[in-house]
């Protein structure tokens, strides 16, 4: 019998922070804590955070996953998910006497009461986001129609043609890529000179804190992994972040998706996880990684995050 080959040597470089934010983290907990107060079912719109592996946990403990409200039985208590949502939704819910819980991101919420304020003082709202994400829809449907106009590119600036060039503002979705926003900004910022705006971006920490992990860890990787889903907005710029230092990455929502195509030639190999992925699938891809390779790790953090969000009144006593 002759000695088995030995397993290529491949270097992990492990980005923090990643992975969970506090938004996600206090969702997660509203459902919990719900089920555990309810019993099941509980009734949630739309995935509480853009993961599987986390909405089929929920589903595991007695969460029933719905797009809109006219699913949910009337008996039943129903939760919004971390994206935010229309105003219609919970006043729906109140008209129909539902027992409902708003797991919406408390910075998703910041933005929709800065656009309701605009608003109020006659503003006309440009925002800067992705159309159809949930987080959208959400904080379109904070303010009445018309008074919001939505902006992707600086060609979809070019292209605005507000009824008031001197009476706007913008607010951004809190996902976006950090450099994109910035080019997105300056032209808004060029062509309609008043335009009020947040003092930074509306932007997340956490956004911002996971894209500044790719950059900072990018130039020495051969390749990037990120976990997270198609849908999850955060996850898809981490990918676009990675792509753009010059080092190719590749979106997975689980280690059992990984093409091993992608790592031939890879020695070293930064991995990190999008806000509502759990630390759980980073462990895993590392152990399914060890089993064909020589597996060595080594993280690089650029701080530490330390906010945590308050549980809506009547579940933080359960807590
Ligand atoms: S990514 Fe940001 S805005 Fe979204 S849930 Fe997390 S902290 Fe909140």
Redesign the pocket.
Known sequence: MGTPFPKPALELVIAAPRGF????DRAIRIVELAIEKHGSPVFVRHEIVHNKFVVDALKAKGAVFVEELDEVPDDAPVVFS?HGVPKSVPMNAQERGLDYLDAT?P??SKVHRQAERLVASGRHIVFIGHAGHPEVIGTFGQVPAGDMSLVETVADVEAFAPADPDNLAFLTQ??LSVDDTAQVVAALQRRFPTIQGPRGEDI????SNRQAAVKAIAAECDAMLVIGAPNSS?SVRLVEVAEREGTPALLIQRANELDWTFLHGVGTLGITAG?SAPELLVRELVDRLSLRFDVTEREVEIGRETIAFKLPRGLDAAA
Do not use: H, K
């Open positions: 934010c506090a938004g996600v971390a991101c910075l998703v809190t996902t997340c920490y956490a956004t955060n806000a």
